[in-house]
């Protein structure tokens, strides 16, 4: 079955620098790659996804890059706030109905 | 967005009892539920995946017989621990995909505490 890890599993940075979180893989027949932002005791929540057609996907101050051949992706946040301190999962799954397989989760701190 | 909503939010109980979580796809159908289950901390873990009108697909170490799941309508699909003990406190979370492109929308969360 699929195997995501995620790293790092914490991350503190200062509040306008920029934020970055790394997974990979194993099932190279994934192609559909989410991520998802989860606050404390709340439901995760779709920041940005991405899909195998294409290398790099911008929303805002978020980006995701994929590489297929490495079997990796990350999520990008720039100019970071406050808002943004979370857990953050990177996900992945064969799109369809199929299941998705979530990695460890990031706990990022965004200090004032 | 699609929304899918998890009732109870939390719930409280004695050990030994049974307890149900359900959830709902109010604005689509959803033939393919999935329940997750998370500890405080920790990533989602699949428990099962839910098809309407079938039995459910179990994850390895998933007891079937404990986490009972009946996806019997297109928009409602219910999970229950059995004979709950205090190791099966947790923060359980359905999801549901829309129209089959792999992203999932979630339900807020049911949070069980068994004494």
């Known amino acids: 079955g699929e195997n995501v890890e995620q790293h790092p599993s914490t991350l503190s940075v200062q509040e306008g620098d920029s934020a970055v979180i790394k997974c990979t893989y194993s099932d190279s027949a994934s192609n559909y790659f989410p991520w998802y932002k989860q606050e404390l005791g709340k439901r995760p929540q779709l920041i940005i996804d991405i899909r195998s057609n294409v290398g790099e996907k911008k929303d805002q101050r978020i980006a995701v890059t994929l590489n297929k051949t490495a079997k990796h992706f990350s999520l990008h946040i720039t100019e970071t706030q406050p808002e943004d301190s979370a857990v953050y999962f990177c996900a992945a799954n064969r799109g369809g109905y199929q299941k998705v397989t979530f990695g460890t989760g990031t706990k990022l701190q965004v200090i004032p | 967005g699609a929304v899918v909503s998890q009732h109870p939010s939390w719930v409280i109980c004695k050990s030994g009892t049974s307890v149900k979580i359900e959830c709902r796809s109010l604005?689509?159908?959803?033939?393919?539920m999935f329940w997750y289950r998370q500890f405080p901390k920790q990533s989602l873990m699949l428990m099962a995946t839910?098809?309407?009108?079938?039995?459910?697909?179990?994850e390895q170490g998933v007891e079937k017989d404990k986490f009972l799941i009946n996806h019997a309508s297109l928009t409602l699909s219910t999970l229950t621990v059995t004979s709950a003990h205090p190791e099966d406190s947790s923060f359980y979370i359905c999801s549901a995909a829309l129209a089959g492109l792999g992203e999932l929308f979630f339900g807020e969360g049911s949070r069980l505490t068994v004494l």
């Open positions: 839910s098809n309407e009108g079938s039995k459910a697909t179990y």
């Open positions: 604005d689509f159908q959803a033939t393919t």
